[in-house]
Nanobody, 115 residues
């Protein structure tokens, strides 16, 4: 299983970023996919989940209405569109999949929201 995140960077408050996760090594279309984030000195927290077909999407209260999640089962990718970014969104963002009760993580991509 391999998960590779991309798209992070430095953005001003109120700006937008789109993160992408490329997955391989498993049947991507059969599994829910998740995004998590971890800010400095804090525990990793769940951000969003998308179901296998994309028909169900759930978000943490802290990002609801600002973030969206999508997937392309033909390309084995899952994206996180982040709008109206705030300084408190600064974190390393991780793509996640759970296979047979085991969590798999990418290496993460840094998002910094600062003026």
């Amino acid at each position: 299983v391999q998960l590779v995140e991309s798209g992070g960077g430095l953005v001003q408050p109120g700006g937008s970023l789109r993160l992408s996760c490329a997955a391989s090594g498993f049947t991507f279309s059969s599994y829910n996919m998740r995004w998590y984030r971890q800010a400095p000195g804090k525990e990793r927290e769940w951000v969003a989940t998308i179901s296998t077909t994309g028909g169900s999407r759930n978000f943490a209260d802290s990002v609801k209405g600002r973030f969206s999640i999508s997937r392309d089962n033909a390309k084995n990718t899952v994206d996180l569109q982040m709008n109206s970014l705030k300084p408190e969104d600064t974190a390393v963002y991780f793509c996640n999949v759970m296979l047979f009760s085991r969590n798999y993580w990418g290496q993460g991509t840094q998002v910094t929201v600062s003026s």
